[in-house]
């Protein structure tokens, strides 16, 4: 730095003085917080825009009947390319996306991670499914998993609760966190082991993060739970 | 508190104050600078984890910064203001001169385009290397270089600027 950089650099310095109010981590949080809150409620006057203008455009179009009434949604059923399972996709459930390739059982793959079946169910809650060999019990094979969902995404080490369940039949544990440990954002982690393949379904709604929308999101994800059927 | 809040609460205490005045070289503005500091860090939050993996969370929170500064001037949702007149630069007392140089310098950066403004604020005031600048602004050291000579150049002829410069050096 020569000189006339160093001069500069100490105008700046005495430019930008001190800054009257402190950023805190807290605050930055809540930001967070508010933003999800705003998105959310930007998605829903979307979709409520959207499904208001439908019936408009279809009427424009000269198709003011509408499709033939089909009763029930028929039931979908899809059958995971990796992980030997099938799903009979519940109403409002759909399939995102398959796993581009077999998880390796390590770590505790996300939504985003390209090892897991994601679905997405009603009001933005979504699911998604990794699978692996392993040589545990259930009861340990649920510890691994809350071990390692601490490690990776920052979970508390004790789940909020831990269930019994089914899955497909096959004895299963639910557990409740939130992900961070204290941020309210609830993440569901279902687990079974089905003839030595271990199972983590993981659940949580992106969009919606109030307290109120959790019940709405437990239900959907026990409904997308009683819908798998474990091959084999 | 777990090990990422932890780590996100230190990192926003120790880094808080440098960054609110990097932000306000380049936004003028105490409200916005904050702002945009926080901004910044809402965007790091939910990436924390990997950032540290594979960043170096300073370099990172900073390219968000800068980033953040760099779409609010596309949208325009505050508009850029140039400075009102300048206090007379014989203004007596520790005070006055401290905002006579706050307004001459927002001043002479905001004659500058906003890269030059960005590069000049990061190599000249944080005193980033110019790698790390290049790494924040994702360009070519080369960008970085002649950019920042382009933004020296220009503040050479600020004969306020040169001014204060000169009396510093008395």
């Known amino acids: 730095m020569n000189g006339v950089d160093r001069q500069l650099r100490d105008l700046l310095e005495t430019a930008a003085g001190e800054p009257p109010h402190r950023v805190s981590a807290e605050a930055v949080r809540r930001r967070v917080i508010r933003r999800r809150v705003v998105e959310f409620a930007a998605g829903a006057v979307a979709v409520a825009a959207i499904a208001a203008l439908i019936p408009v455009g279809i009427g424009a179009l000269g198709h003011a009947h509408g499709p033939p009434n089909s009763g029930p949604a028929a039931a979908r059923m899809v059958t995971s390319r990796h992980y030997g399972y099938t799903e009979t996709l519940p109403a409002g459930w759909r399939l995102v996306t398959q796993a581009k390739r077999q998880w390796n059982g390590k770590g505790a793959p996300g939504d985003g991670d390209n090892v897991v079946d994601l679905f997405k169910g009603p009001g933005g809650v979504e699911a998604w499914v990794v699978a692996a060999p392993t040589s545990k019990d259930l009861a340990a094979y649920a510890t691994r998993t809350v071990r390692v969902a601490g490690a990776v995404h920052s979970c508390p080490k004790v789940p909020q609760s831990n269930r019994a369940i089914t899955i497909g039949g096959a004895p299963a544990r639910v557990l409740d966190t939130q992900c961070p440990a204290g941020s309210g954002f609830l993440v569901e982690i279902a687990v079974t082991v089905h003839h030595g393949i271990g199972f983590a379904i993981g659940s949580q709604n992106p969009t919606g993060i109030t307290p109120t929308d959790q019940p709405a999101d437990r239900a959907a994800f026990r409904k997308f739970l009683a819908g798998i059927r474990l091959q084999r | ?170």
């Open chain 2, 1 to 170: 508190m777990d090990a990422k809040a932890d780590g996100f609460a230190q990192f926003v205490e120790a880094r808080q104050r440098a960054l609110q005045r990097t932000a306000w070289l380049l936004t003028g503005d105490w409200a916005l600078a904050e702002d945009l500091v926080q901004t910044a860090l809402v965007r790091s939050w939910p990436r924390w984890e990997r950032i540290k993996r594979r960043d170096d969370p300073e370099i990172y929170v900073r390219r968000a910064m800068v980033n953040s500064w760099a779409s609010w001037r596309r949208r325009r949702w505050w508009g850029e203001q140039a400075a009102g007149t300048v206090p007379d630069s014989q203004a007596v007392g520790d005070v006055a001169t401290e905002v006579a140089v706050r307004i001459t310098v927002q001043r002479a950066l905001r004659s500058l385009p906003a890269r030059q403004r960005a590069v000049l604020v990061l190599r000249v005031f944080d005193d980033l290397s110019e790698a790390q600048v290049a790494q924040v602004l994702d360009c070519a050291v080369g960008t970085v270089k002649a950019t920042l000579a382009h933004a020296m150049a220009r503040l050479r002829e600020d004969p306020r600027l040169t001014g204060l410069m000169d009396r510093e050096t008395q």
